[in-house]
C-alpha cells in the first residue's frame, strides 16, 4: 500500500518561501518519477513539477519555471518542493504524486497572501 504524505504548508506573504515535502512509504521510491501538482478554488488540478527516478531529469509547468526547484531524497524517501517569490497565483492544495500509478497525497494547502 502507497502511502504519500505532505507537509509543510502554510500561509505566507508574496515575495515569500516555502519548501513542501512528500514522504513516500510502501514501494520502492527511488524507482519511481515523482511530481507536485496543485489545485486552486474552482480550478482543475494542475502539474508543477516532476523529478525522474534517479533526480537526473526534472520537468516545470512554465508558470513556476525559475521559481519552483523539485529535489528528491532517496536515503529519506521524501520529495521536496522549493517555492520562491511566491504570489498569490500560487494558492492551491499541492499535492504529491507517484508518476506510475494513481497514487496521490492528501494535499498541503499553501495559502499566499498580496
Known amino acids: 500500500q502507497v502511502q504519500l504524505v505532505e507537509s509543510g504548508g502554510g500561509l505566507v506573504q508574496a515575495g515569500g518561501s516555502l519548501r513542501l515535502s512528500c514522504a513516500a512509504s510502501g514501494r520502492t521510491f527511488s524507482n519511481y518519477d515523482m511530481g507536485w501538482y496543485r489545485q486552486a478554488p474552482g480550478k482543475e488540478r494542475e502539474f508543477v513539477a516532476a523529478i525522474s527516478w534517479s533526480g537526473g531529469s526534472t520537468t516545470y509547468a512554465d508558470s513556476v519555471k525559475g521559481r519552483f526547484t523539485i529535489s528528491r531524497g532517496n536515503v529519506k524517501n521524501t520529495v521536496y518542493l522549493q517555492m520562491n517569490s511566491l504570489t498569490p497565483d500560487d494558492t492551491a492544495i499541492y499535492y504529491c504524486?507517484?508518476?506510475?500509478?494513481?497514487?496521490w497525497g492528501q494535499g498541503t494547502q499553501v495559502t499566499v497572501s498580496s
Open positions: 504524486k507517484m508518476m506510475s500509478g494513481d497514487y
